[in-house]
């Protein structure tokens, strides 16, 4: 049942693809299906689709036009509608698919305000992973409330996916400990995937999702006006962020990030992460490793 | 009797051809009116809400002559079809002049805001200068219409009897 789910997801993910590259990307074996994580497109060059095994390429050169086409399907033909995140280079789809756009930035006073002519696109086929944190979650509680946590991995460790499922099991309630309302702060559409203000993924019932918004503006935001218990927030990467987690660390807000680091030892050599650690904001930390049984989770107490 | 009788079928013909050819101008006459005013509030709501095409297109279906060019475009944009055909199919079905057809066909709605409002414009444009053309040339052709109607009708029933 699981493989017919991941090939379904995949043929939705197909369906955002021009017709003639369609036919093609539906004619892939149900083994290559079930597997597929991206569609790749490049102007000029053929459409490939990424397996676990590396890019494989169909045999169909894709032309600029089809990039066109595919950005009309993905936005329901309504690209005007979906310009703030075109202009950032990704589009959030319905069903909770992401679209990457490459291709000439049109700069107005030093901003870029869209993409034109564009030459590359990918399609994220989005698998939910309902309950990979199901386990995890009770582990983060200390002294009965939920412990700032930091989720850590190189990229493509699957921080995110974890930190969606951590933040819907918080906001439904893990245990004995009851639902959290949670806050989420989700700059690049990565985490809930908006769509019209309809969150694509699950969640939780009790999140309060801020999208398209900067960590460091978006937490102020949510604090003053949501007062959440739990506040969440992918990849902290530049010093604005980390004053923003410390604020609402001061505030007794909870929190729960992602960082693009290894291990515990790695945010220690990185100055700007040695600081958060420094300043005591987080109390655990969690490594993901992945082995070939699948993902596993270590938490770590951090210096407290 | 039987002649006056047939005069009377006669000129009842007439009068029901010159009825028929009047309809059929003003539906053209409102059915581009309608367009125009559709196509002037689609280009405001999408540089003003940013309304997604096929929750405006469903709007803009609403009490309008040319509610089945935007119910079924609606629906390929939401099934991600091959709008510009779809398109191009209802709007060659418009009772509309072939010129305006044409112009309302060629009519792309695919692209960035900036496009898609430059292409509303054009065609609402070129609309309406056809519609001011063709108001102006209504009396003339009204009356043209009348007289070979009814001049037709009277050279039959001269005929006939």
Known sequence: LKKDANILRYEEAASLLPVRLRKLALALSDEQKAVAEEFRLRAGAPITVLLPEGELPLEAEVEPVELETLCDISTEFSRYAAAETIREGYLSVRGGFRVGLCGTAVMKEGVNTNLKNLSSAVVRIAREQKGVGGDLAPQLFRDGEFASTLLLSPPGGGKTTLLRDLARCLSTGVADYGPRRVSLIDERGEVAVMVRGQPQMDVGPHTDILDACPKSLGIPIVLRAMNPQIIAVDEITIREDLKAVALAAGCGVRLLATIHAADVAELWEKPLYRQLLEDRVFRLAVRISRTEAGRTYQVEELPW | ?161
Not at chain 2, 10 to 22: E, K, S, T
Not at chain 2, 62 to 72: E, V
Not at chain 2, 122 to 131: C, G, Q, R
């Open chain 2, 1 to 161: 009797m039987v002649k006056l009788l047939g005069s009377f079928c006669v000129l009842g013909g007439g009068a029901l051809a010159w009825w028929i050819q009047r309809r059929s101008r003003r539906e053209r006459q409102n059915t581009l009116s309608d367009l125009i005013r559709a196509l002037r509030r689609m280009r405001e709501e999408i540089r003003m809400a940013r309304t997604p095409l096929p929750a405006l297109l469903e709007g803009l279906a609403a009490d309008n002559r040319a509610g089945s060019l935007f119910l079924h475009a609606a629906e390929a944009a939401r099934q991600g079809g091959d709008l510009a055909a779809v398109w191009r199919r209802e709007a060659q079905a418009l009772p509309l002049e072939a010129r305006d057809r044409e112009i309302v066909a060629s009519l792309d709605l695919r692209g960035d805001e900036e496009s898609v409002c430059k292409a509303i414009s054009l065609a609402t444009y070129d609309l309406a200068k056809s519609a001011g053309e063709q108001e102006q040339r209504r009396p003339e052709e009204e009356k043209r219409a009348t007289a070979l109607c009814f001049s037709a009708a009277a050279l039959l029933v001269i005929l006939l009897i």
